[in-house]
């Protein structure tokens, strides 16, 4: 099985059996070479080269290409520095009642529930948290705490420790019938999974862009839904926040009726221009192509670690699977066990007692018996 795009595309790919995108993504040579080119023309032109006008429309290709992953408009596109602060933001401006609830899960990543656990202890709402049994949480137990108190359903689309893929269509029907609105943590499915915003009726999803889609560090990316765009009041506000950036008249804030009213100020810019060439690059290949390339490495590395006498955890359903894999190995320490592999360029990541592995566009089959042949040697 031959990687979806050339060594010399992800240069980092050649030095390396790197299965750990679901920690940090390489970043592919366009990205990288966009951002060099923007950086070093700031720096010996400054505003000559990034004017007010520049500044103000620096965003646009990458809120058109992020329409374009998700299936939305580029109005419905906000780009923050991460995914806490987009979060945060919207945390703040739902602000759920004292006599309401909050749903997730007990294991998703706390920069998913974290910001709504904040607003809960200032306005007494409650957080319920649908248990994982350990590493698994049954769609049914997180869809049983929904009911009529429910404010906001905040779930990570895919679990970064398990690797588990929640069904989006199935949470945003149950979440509306209730009245609640369905956020969404997609740092670990979007650019791997396909996700189209539209037919799955989510409210909020929100991504990091280090991860999946192959970018640095430093930005990120907020759809909003338009039945919201006009009525959320952003919890985190700045200049940029008001319709023309540019009139700066402290004595009002206009935002404008569009996801924009979620970006409040200067970030890392060249994050943001090298972002836009990492999506644009995926969806020349295509997510759907990207997803059946990624579950047949895990497929490959699936059958291997069992041979191995590995524990999945957890085991999932065809449907509930992406191409993260997470192993436990009977007799042998995660952290050791990752040390050794990181030690003999396969890269993965410990959590907890499982090691995690994530193969991404730029693998192949030969990186996948590579680092089996390193479990093997572990322990030699």
Not at 83 to 103: G, R
Not at 177 to 183: R, Y
Request: charged share 20%; hydrophobic share 45%.
């Amino acid at each position: 099985m031959n990687p979806l795009v050339n060594k010399d595309v992800f240069p980092g790919s050649g030095r390396s059996a790197y299965l750990n995108t679901a920690s940090i993504a390489l970043i592919c040579r366009d990205a990288l070479s966009a951002m060099e080119r923007w950086q070093h023309e700031l720096a010996e032109s400054g505003t000559l080269s990034f004017d007010e006008a520049a500044e103000a429309t620096v965003f646009d290709p990458l809120r058109e290409a992020a329409g374009r992953l998700f299936n939305a408009r580029a109005e419905d596109m906000a780009v923050g520095s991460n995914a806490t602060e987009l979060l945060a933001s919207v945390a703040w401006a739902l602000m759920p009642a004292p006599d309401a609830n909050i749903v997730s899960t007990s294991v998703t990543f706390p920069t998913t529930i974290y910001p709504f656990m904040r607003v809960a202890r200032h306005t007494g709402s409650e957080v319920r948290l649908a248990q994982g049994n350990p590493d698994y949480v049954r769609p049914t137990d997180l869809l049983d705490l929904i009911d009529e108190r429910t404010s906001v359903v905040c779930i990570s689309h895919v679990e970064y420790a398990s690797g588990q893929l929640f069904d989006l269509e199935l949470l945003a029907r149950v979440t509306h019938e209730h009245g609640a609105l369905l956020i969404v943590d997609a740092t670990q499915s979007a650019g791997a999974v396909p996700i189209d915003v539209a037919a799955s009726s989510v409210d909020v999803l929100v991504t990091s862009g280090y991860k999946w889609l192959c970018g640095p560090f430093g930005v990120a990316l907020m759809y909003l839904a338009p039945h919201l765009q006009g009525t959320l009041d952003p919890g985190i506000v700045g200049f940029r926040s008001h319709d023309d950036m540019w009139d700066l008249n402290p004595s009002r804030m206009e935002l404008p009726d569009a996801a924009r009213r979620f970006e409040c100020s200067t970030m890392a810019y060249s994050a943001a221009i090298g972002l836009a060439r990492s999506v644009e690059h995926l969806l020349e290949i295509g997510i759907a192509e990207i997803f059946a390339h990624n579950r047949s490495l895990a497929d490959l590395l699936i059958d291997g670690l069992r041979a191995r006498g590995a524990e999945l955890a957890p085991e999932l359903k065809n449907g509930e699977r992406c191409s993260i894999v997470s192993a436990r190995f009977v007799g042998c320490d995660a952290k050791d066990l990752a040390r050794h592999l990181n030690a003999h360029r396969v890269a993965v990541s410990p959590r907890g007692d499982v090691v995690r592995f994530s193969p991404h566009l730029y693998n192949d089959a030969a990186d996948i018996e590579r680092a089996l042949d390193e479990i093997d040697r572990h322990g030699d």
